[in-house]
C-alpha cells in the first residue's frame, strides 16, 4: 500500500498583529494510501490548519510535507494551485459551489484546467454526478437544490479529476443527520471502491465512526489518549 | 404606492416646469413641514441616519456625485458657449440705431450699395443730426482679409471695416485704449481688442499689407461687443484699396428715437429708388447669431442627455446598493413603528443630497475654467468673431436643476423598494 | 473560450446591476460614436485623398474678393496644368433661408474636373448648352423633390440680376452622384452656368471668385501652385493657390477646435465611465471573495483568477461599447441626410468602431485591474474562512 502523505516536523504560526500564535507545533504524521482518516479536536485546536497544510492551500512555517513522494513546501504559489489541480480533492462545510453555474457546470470547473474537449468535459462531468447519484439534477442551479444534494455535488467536483486525496472541512457541518449518513456513505463508498484517500476534519464523533482511524489534535498537537476518549 | 410616486412626480414636474418662486415656496413647505409635524421629525431622523452612513459607502457615493458632476459641467460649458456667442453679437445691436444693407443680402459682406443710395438713406427724416446739423449715418464697407493666427499661425479671415466719419458718434462705446485714431485720406487702421489678441503683427505701429499696399496699424479701441473682432479704417480708403469704388456695403444710422425704426423703415420701402433691406442693429446681430448659439445649444443638449441617462443609471446603481446594505437597518426602524414613507423620502432625500452636491461641483468647475473663456468662430461675414463663454446665474441655476432631476429620477425605484421590503426578511437579511 | 460561461454567469450575478452599468456604457460610447463621427467629418476634409490633384487659386487678400477673368488664359499656359475652370460662390437661398446648400455658377467645362461625380453623358453635354442649365447632387435632389427638367428659383444673397429682381430661375438639366459613401456631402451642392450668370449680374462683370485647376501630375502641386502665384506677383490682385483639400481644411479649421471641445466632452464623459464601471466592478469582485477563493482551492492560479476579472470587465465594456456604437451608426444614418454643406458625416464605420472597441477594452482593463489585483491577491484560507 504504502504512504501516500508524510509529514515531518510541520509547524505553522499566524501573525495577528505583532502577536504571534504558533497554530501547529511540530506534527509528524504518516496518512497510507487509501486511508480514511477522521481529524477531531476543539475549536482552535489547529485541525483545519493542518487539513488546509495538507491539502496544499496554505504552506508551513517550518517541517515539510510530502503528498505521493513530492513535497509541497517547497512549491511556489503558481505550482501548488497546479499540484492541487490534479492532486487533491476539497469538500467544504458550507459547500462553496458558484451559485451561478448549474451543477454540471460545478462539477466542470476543475476540468477546465485541464486539456480536455468541451465533450470530454461534459462527458466526465457527467460520470461524476452519477457516481454521487445526481445525474437527474445536473442543470439545476445550486439554489434549486437541498443541503446534502449541495454537498454531493461538491463531493462530485472533488473527484472529477480524479486525484487520490480528497480533503475534507466538516463536511457534514451543515446537514441534518439522515443527509449526513448519505454523505459519509457516499464517502466510504469512495475510498472503499475507487481508492480516495480521505482526510476529514470533523466535531461529530458520529460522522468519524465512518473512518478507519481517528486523530485527536489539541492545542496544536497530536494526542493518543485525547479527553473526549476517554469519557 | 400612488401617494409614493407622487412623491416624485411632484418634486420632477416642479423642477421641469416651475418658475424659481413656486419652487421656494414649495421647498419652504417641505422645510416647515419636516420642522414642525411629527411625520416630518421621522422622516429627518431617518435621512439622518442614512446621510450617517454616507462616509461608509464613499466609492459608490461619489459615482453619483462625479456622474452628475460631468452632466452638469458639460450642460452648462456648451451653453456657457452659446449664450457668451449670442450675447456679443447681442451687444452689438441696439433698438435706436439701424443698418440697411441691399435687398436680399442679409448679411454686410454680401451686400453693396451704391454712393446714391447712401446719401438717401442717411437723409431720412427718422435720422438723428448731430449738433453740427449732420445726420449720424455711417456708410461703412466690410471687407475681408487674410492674417496669420497667433496661436497656429495659419491665416484666418479678418473683417477689416470702412467706416465713416459719424460712426465715433454712432458708437459711443468704443474706446481708443492703444495709440490713436486713424486719420481720414490715410492708409491707417486701427485693431479691435480681441483682433489684436487673435492675430499676429497687429499692434499699433505695425505694418499689414493688404490688396498689396501697406497699412499702418496706429491705435487699438474697445467696444465691449464683436466690433472687437474686426480692423477699422477709412471707408474711402477702403474702397480705393479693394477697388470699390464709391460703393459701400452698409448704412447705420442713429435712429431719432428707439420707436422710430417702423417709420424710418417704411419710408426706405416705400422711395422706389432704394433696393434695400433695413433692420435695427439689435435684430440684425440677433438674427447673425441664432444659426451658430442654435447649433452649439442644441449640441449641448443633445450630450447632456445622453450623459444624463448614463448617470441616471449609476445613481440606480449606488441607490440600490445603498438600500441593499441598508436592508437591516431598514427593517428594524419598520419593525419599531416608521412608516414606509419616510424611508422613501429618506433614501430621496440622500440622492438628492448627492446629486446636489454633484451639481455644485460641476456647475461651479464649469464656472471656473469657461467663464470667460474665449473662443472664436467663423461668423456670418466669412470672417473671425471672438466671443467669451458666458456662465450666468441662470445657466448655473439650470444646471443645478438638471443634477436635481437626475438625483429624483435615480433615486425613485431604489426608494420605492426600500419601503416596499417586507420587515422580516429584511430583518433575517445579513 | 472555455471560461466565457463563467464570466457570463459572473456578470449575470446581479443582473440589474450589470444592466445598468450597460446602460450607462453604452450612453457613454453613443456619444463616442457621434462624436467621433463628427470630428471625423472635420477631419475628413483634410486628409480625404479625393482632389489633391486639383488647385483652386483665389485672392491672397482673401477668397471673397474676385480675380479678373483674364488670368483664365494665362493660367492654362502654365506648365502642369491639365485644365482651367472657374466658379462664383453666388450664395442663393432656395425658399428660406435655412434650406442652405452650397450654390455656385461655374464654366461649363467645371463638371469635366470631377470624373468622380457619376452623370449620364448626356446630362453633362446639356449642362454646356443651356444658358440656364443648373446641375445638382442625387441627396439635394431628393431633398427638394427636384427632377430633371424641373425649374429651380434661387434667390441672390449677393448678386442681383441687371433689372434688380432677385429671382434667378435655373433649369435643372442633370443630377450626379458619388459613390464614395465619405464623400456623400458633395451630393449636396447645386452649380449652374457661369455664363448666365456673368451676363445677366448687376456688377462685377467678367470677375472670376475662385479658379480650379487640374493638374497633370499631382507631385507637380506646389511647383505648379508656386508658377500660377508668380503671375500675378506684385499686381493689385495677387493669387494664392493650394490643393483643394487644404482649402477646405483652412476653412473649416476657422469655424471652431472640434477636435478640442470633442476632446473636452469626452473625457469627462470617459472620466465618469472609469470610476462607474470601477466601482461596479469593486462591488462585484468584494461580495464575491468565497467564490473566488474556491476557484483558486480547486487549481486556478492567481494569474488566471486575475485574467477572469480583467475579462469580465473588459466584456462588460465592450457589450456596452458595441451596443452603443451600434445606436450611433442607426442615429448617424438618419441624421446624416439632413445635414448639408461641405461636410460630409461619415458613417460609423470600422475606423469608428474600432477606435471605441479599443478604448473599451483599454477601459476595461482600467477598472478591472484594482478589484481584479486584489481578487489575484486573496489568501484562500483567510477568504474561505471569511476573514
Redesign the interface.
Known amino acids: 500500500m504504502g504512504k501516500l502523505v508524510e509529514i515531518r516536523r510541520l509547524a505553522k504560526v499566524y501573525e495577528r498583529g505583532s502577536q504571534k500564535v504558533e497554530v501547529l507545533h511540530h506534527i509528524d504524521l504518516d496518512i497510507e494510501a487509501q486511508d480514511f482518516l477522521a481529524l477531531m479536536g476543539p475549536s482552535g485546536s489547529g485541525k483545519t490548519t493542518l487539513l488546509n497544510l495538507i491539502g496544499g492551500l496554505d504552506s508551513p512555517t517550518d517541517g515539510s510535507i510530502a503528498v505521493g513522494g513530492e513535497h509541497i513546501e517547497r512549491l511556489g504559489e503558481d505550482a501548488l494551485a497546479k499540484w492541487r489541480a490534479s492532486n487533491v480533492g476539497f469538500v467544504f462545510q458550507f459547500y462553496n459551489l458558484l451559485p451561478m453555474l448549474t451543477a454540471r457546470r460545478n462539477v466542470e470547473l476543475p476540468l477546465l484546467l485541464t486539456k480536455l474537449s468541451t465533450a470530454e468535459r461534459k462527458r466526465k462531468a457527467s460520470i461524476a454526478l452519477e457516481l454521487v447519484g445526481l445525474s437527474d439534477r445536473a442543470l439545476h442551479k445550486p439554489s434549486e437544490l437541498s443541503g446534502g444534494q449541495q454537498q454531493r455535488v461538491a463531493i462530485a467536483r472533488a473527484i472529477v479529476s480524479d486525484p487520490r486525496l480528497l480533503v475534507c472541512d466538516e463536511p457534514t457541518g451543515d446537514l441534518d443527520r439522515q443527509s449526513a449518513t448519505e454523505i459519509l456513505t457516499l464517502m466510504q463508498d469512495l475510498n472503499r471502491d475507487h481508492g480516495k484517500t480521505i482526510v476529514m476534519v470533523t466535531h461529530d464523533p458520529k460522522a468519524a465512526e465512518y473512518a478507519h482511524k481517528t486523530l485527536h489534535l489539541d492545542k496544536g498537537t497530536l494526542v493518543d489518549n485525547p479527553e473526549s476518549t476517554a469519557a | 404606492m400612488a401617494t409614493r410616486i407622487a412623491l416624485f412626480a411632484v418634486p420632477i414636474l416642479l423642477l421641469a416646469f416651475a418658475p424659481w418662486w413656486l419652487l421656494l415656496a414649495s421647498v419652504v413647505v417641505f422645510v416647515l413641514f419636516v420642522a414642525f409635524t411629527r411625520r416630518g421629525h421621522q422622516i429627518w431622523s431617518v435621512t439622518q441616519i442614512g446621510l450617517a452612513t454616507i462616509p461608509q459607502r464613499l466609492?459608490?457615493s461619489?459615482?453619483v456625485v462625479?456622474?452628475i458632476?460631468?452632466v452638469v459641467?458639460?450642460l452648462v460649458?456648451?451653453l456657457a458657449m452659446a449664450q457668451g456667442f449670442a450675447e456679443t453679437l447681442k451687444q452689438t445691436g441696439g433698438d435706436d440705431t439701424a443698418i440697411v444693407i441691399?435687398?436680399?443680402?442679409?448679411?454686410e459682406?454680401?451686400s453693396?450699395l451704391d454712393h446714391d443710395t447712401a446719401v438717401l438713406v442717411s437723409q431720412s427724416p427718422q435720422v438723428m443730426h448731430d449738433p453740427s446739423g449732420q445726420p449720424i449715418a455711417s456708410p461703412e464697407l466690410v471687407?475681408?482679409?487674410?492674417l496669420p493666427k497667433k496661436s497656429?499661425g495659419?491665416?484666418?479671415?479678418v473683417e477689416v471695416r470702412g467706416i465713416g466719419d459719424r460712426a465715433w458718434v454712432l458708437r459711443p462705446k468704443v474706446q481708443i485704449t492703444a495709440g490713436r485714431k486713424f486719420k481720414p485720406g490715410l492708409r491707417e487702421l486701427i485693431v479691435g481688442k480681441d483682433a489684436r489678441r487673435q492675430f499676429a503683427n497687429v499692434e499699433p505701429g505695425a505694418s499689414i499689407k493688404?490688396?498689396?499696399q501697406v497699412w499702418t496699424v496706429v491705435g487699438a479701441f474697445d467696444s465691449g461687443d464683436a466690433y472687437n473682432s474686426e480692423l477699422w479704417g477709412d471707408t474711402d480708403i477702403v474702397a480705393s484699396t479693394?477697388?470699390r469704388g464709391s460703393s459701400t456695403t452698409s448704412v447705420t444710422v442713429r435712429l431719432t428715437s428707439a420707436g422710430a425704426f417702423d417709420a424710418f423703415n417704411a419710408g426706405l420701402q416705400a422711395d422706389r429708388r432704394l433696393?434695400v433691406d433695413a433692420s435695427t442693429t439689435r435684430a440684425y446681430y440677433n438674427a447673425q447669431s441664432e444659426t451658430i448659439s442654435t447649433i452649439i445649444r442644441v449640441v449641448g443638449i443633445t450630450?447632456a442627455i445622453?450623459?444624463a441617462?448614463?448617470?441616471v443609471?449609476?445613481a440606480?446603481?449606488?441607490m440600490?446598493?445603498a438600500v441593499a446594505a441598508r436592508t437591516r437597518e431598514i427593517a428594524t426602524l419598520r419593525a419599531i413603528g416608521f412608516r414606509g414613507t419616510p424611508v422613501v423620502i429618506s433614501v430621496l432625500g440622500e440622492t438628492v443630497a448627492l446629486a446636489l452636491f454633484g451639481g455644485i461641483l460641476g456647475a461651479g468647475l464649469a464656472w471656473a475654467v469657461f467663464d470667460n473663456y474665449t473662443?472664436?468662430?467663423?461668423g456670418s461675414n466669412?470672417s473671425?468673431v471672438v466671443f467669451a463663454f458666458k456662465v450666468s446665474p441662470a445657466l448655473l441655476w439650470q444646471g443645478l436643476k438638471w443634477a436635481l432631476l437626475i438625483g429624483l429620477i435615480g433615486g425613485l425605484f431604489p426608494a420605492l423598494r426600500a419601503a416596499s421590503q417586507p420587515v422580516t426578511t429584511g430583518l433575517r437579511e445579513l | 473560450m472555455k471560461y466565457l460561461h463563467l464570466i457570463w454567469a459572473a456578470l449575470m450575478r446581479r443582473k440589474t446591476r450589470t444592466i445598468f452599468t450597460l446602460f450607462s456604457v453604452l450612453a457613454a460610447f453613443l456619444l463616442f460614436g457621434l462624436l467621433d463621427c463628427v470630428s471625423k467629418a472635420f477631419a475628413n476634409v483634410s486628409g480625404s485623398v479625393a482632389g489633391v490633384d486639383r488647385l483652386l487659386t483665389v485672392s491672397k487678400v482673401s477668397f471673397t474678393l474676385a480675380l479678373p477673368k483674364s488670368l483664365y488664359t494665362r493660367i492654362q499656359a502654365v506648365p502642369g496644368v491639365a485644365q482651367v475652370s472657374y466658379l462664383n460662390w453666388f450664395g442663393g437661398v432656395y425658399q428660406d433661408p435655412s434650406n442652405f446648400f452650397p450654390n455656385q455658377a461655374v464654366a461649363e467645362n467645371y463638371l469635366d474636373l470631377f470624373p468622380e461625380w457619376k452623370m449620364p453623358p448626356q446630362q453633362r453635354q446639356a449642362f454646356k448648352q443651356t444658358r440656364t442649365a443648373a446641375v445638382v447632387g442625387e441627396s439635394l435632389a431628393k431633398r427638394f423633390g427636384w427632377k430633371v427638367g424641373d425649374k429651380i428659383p434661387l434667390e441672390a444673397t449677393i448678386f442681383p440680376q441687371k433689372g434688380g429682381s432677385n429671382t434667378w430661375t435655373l433649369d435643372l438639366v442633370g443630377i450626379f452622384h458619388v459613390t464614395d459613401p465619405n464623400a456623400k456631402g458633395q451630393e449636396n451642392a447645386l452649380f449652374f452656368n457661369w455664363n448666365y450668370f456673368d451676363e445677366a449680374r448687376q456688377f462685377g462683370n467678367g470677375n472670376v471668385g475662385i479658379y480650379a485647376v487640374k493638374l497633370v501630375d499631382r507631385r507637380q502641386a506646389d511647383s505648379v501652385a508656386k508658377a500660377i502665384d508668380a503671375l500675378s506677383a506684385d499686381s493689385d490682385h495677387e493669387t494664392k493657390t493650394q490643393t483643394e483639400q487644404s482649402f477646405t481644411a483652412s476653412l473649416v479649421s476657422q469655424f471652431a477646435d472640434i477636435g478640442l471641445i470633442v476632446g473636452g466632452i469626452m473625457s469627462a464623459v470617459f472620466f465618469t465611465l472609469v470610476l462607474l464601471t470601477g466601482n461596479t466592478m469593486a462591488q462585484a469582485v468584494r461580495e464575491r471573495i468565497p467564490e473566488l477563493a474556491v476557484l483558486k482551492t480547486i487549481g486556478f492560479t492567481s494569474k488566471s483568477v486575475l485574467a477572469l476579472l480583467l475579462a469580465e470587465a473588459v466584456v462588460l465594456l465592450a457589450l456596452g461599447a458595441a451596443g452603443g456604437l451600434a445606436i450611433a451608426g442607426v442615429v448617424v444614418v438618419a441624421v446624416r441626410g439632413q445635414v448639408g454643406g461641405q461636410l460630409s458625416i461619415p458613417p460609423v464605420g470600422l475606423a469608428i468602431w474600432g477606435e471605441g472597441i479599443a478604448l473599451a477594452v483599454v477601459i476595461g482593463l482600467v477598472v478591472g485591474a484594482l478589484p481584479a489585483f486584489r481578487g489575484m491577491r486573496l489568501r484562500i484560507v483567510d477568504a474561505l474562512s471569511g476573514r
Open positions: 466609492g459608490s461619489s459615482v462625479v456622474g458632476a460631468g459641467a458639460v460649458a456648451l441691399r435687398a436680399g443680402a442679409r448679411t459682406l454680401n453693396v471687407v475681408v482679409a487674410s497656429t495659419l491665416d484666418a479671415n493688404l490688396n498689396s479693394y477697388r433696393q450630450v445622453i450623459m441617462i448614463g448617470a443609471f449609476g440606480l446603481n449606488t440600490y446598493a473662443a472664436s468662430t467663423l466669412f473671425q
